[in-house]
């Protein structure tokens, strides 16, 4: 998003409108008003009343956060909640992340921000850490470095350059959606990791023994202690979330791309 004055509703409300590539005409309509009356709330002319920030809000498909900020830019107070994952506000919230998290043993999963720190874990995910530089561990974690920072997992990334082409690709849709520019900033830093030397180009081809999968979906293929192992990444969201903090956050959950995989995973739990 472009530098903007984001006290004033009308730099802000414009700011989005750009953001998403609309036209006056094209939000007039979808939010069925006039682009007279736009035009006169994009210039502070009009002032908007609460309703129309947030029907303007879910016409732009704004987070809740920066919907909270819209709010306040109209002279309203902010609607949506926001509670630290760490407080005892967000206990049922953490209770329900660790039953999901939990569940997926023997295979790895976990919770991020939207920032991509690290949340919650469960108890696979730090057995596939050895060999990360102490540094990359101190919380908060950031996923996207761990997964593509030379000191992180890079050198074990057998498919590192379709792995990060994923990851950034991924990132920069995020960043449509959001406009954060702290994600910018990550996306530019993560664009520079140079690939680890112990990743060779003849290894970042998609492996021809991946499976049913081959061809559906990018895997992340990971040399470990106990073996390559193959696996497909999914991200669940929480439907229909009122509260900022968990408007925001991702579950991931890393699934065996084949037998083998799962059953070396199946052999490495049962030691916990």
Request: proline share 7%; hydrophobic share 45%; no cysteine.
């Given at each position: 998003m472009?530098?903007i004055?984001r006290?004033?509703?009308?730099?802000?409300?414009?700011?989005?409108?750009?953001?998403?590539r609309?036209?006056q005409?094209?939000?007039?309509?979808?939010a069925?008003?006039s682009t007279?009356h736009?035009?006169?709330l994009?210039?502070?002319r009009?002032?908007?009343?609460?309703d129309m920030?947030?029907h303007?809000a879910d016409c732009?498909?704004?987070?809740l956060?920066?919907?909270?900020?819209?709010?306040?830019a109209g002279?309203f107070?902010?609607i949506?909640?926001?509670?630290?994952?760490a407080?005892?506000?967000?206990?049922a919230?953490?209770?329900?992340?660790?039953?999901i998290?939990s569940?997926?043993e023997?295979?790895?999963?976990?919770?991020?921000d939207r920032?991509?720190?690290m949340?919650a874990?469960?108890k696979?995910?730090p057995?596939?850490l050895?060999?990360v530089?102490?540094e990359?561990?101190?919380?908060?974690?950031?996923l996207?470095r761990?997964?593509?920072?030379?000191d992180?997992?890079?050198?074990?990334?057998?498919n590192?350059i379709?792995?990060?082409d994923h990851?950034?690709?991924?990132?920069?849709?995020?960043i449509?959606?959001?406009?954060?520019?702290k994600l910018?900033?990550?996306h530019?830093?993560?664009s520079?990791y140079r690939m680890p030397?112990?990743?060779t180009?003849?290894?970042?081809?998609?492996?021809t023994?991946?499976?049913?999968?081959?061809?559906l979906?990018?895997p992340l293929v990971?040399?470990?202690e106990?073996g390559?192992l193959?696996?497909?990444?999914?991200t669940?969201v929480?439907g229909t979330?009122?509260e900022?903090t968990l408007?925001e956050?991702?579950?991931?959950?890393?699934?065996?791309?084949?037998a083998?995989t799962?059953h070396?995973?199946?052999?490495?739990?049962s030691?916990?």
């Open positions: 472009n530098q004055n006290d004033t509703f009308s730099g802000v409300l414009k700011a989005w409108r750009k953001q998403r609309l036209s005409l094209d939000l007039a309509g979808m069925q008003i007279r736009l035009s006169f994009e210039t502070g009009s002032k908007p009343s609460r920030v947030l303007l732009l498909e704004i987070p956060r920066e919907r909270n900020s819209l709010l306040v002279g107070a902010p949506y909640a926001e509670h630290d994952f407080d005892d506000q967000s206990m919230i953490r209770a329900a992340v660790d039953q998290l569940a997926h023997p295979y790895p999963a976990l919770a991020m920032h991509w720190n949340v874990a469960n696979i995910v057995l596939m050895d060999g530089d102490a990359l561990l101190r919380p908060p974690v950031n996207l761990l997964s593509l920072h030379p992180g997992l890079a050198s074990r990334v057998v590192y379709q792995w990060k990851l950034l690709d991924r990132l920069r849709r995020q449509e959606l959001a406009a954060d520019s910018r900033g990550l530019d830093e993560a520079h030397p112990t990743v180009g003849a290894e970042n081809t998609p492996p023994d991946a499976g049913a999968l081959s061809g979906v990018v990971l040399q470990t106990i390559t193959r696996f497909v990444s999914t669940t929480f979330p009122v900022v408007s956050l991702a579950i991931e959950t890393l699934l065996p791309a084949d083998a799962g070396a995973l199946r052999q490495l739990a030691g916990l």
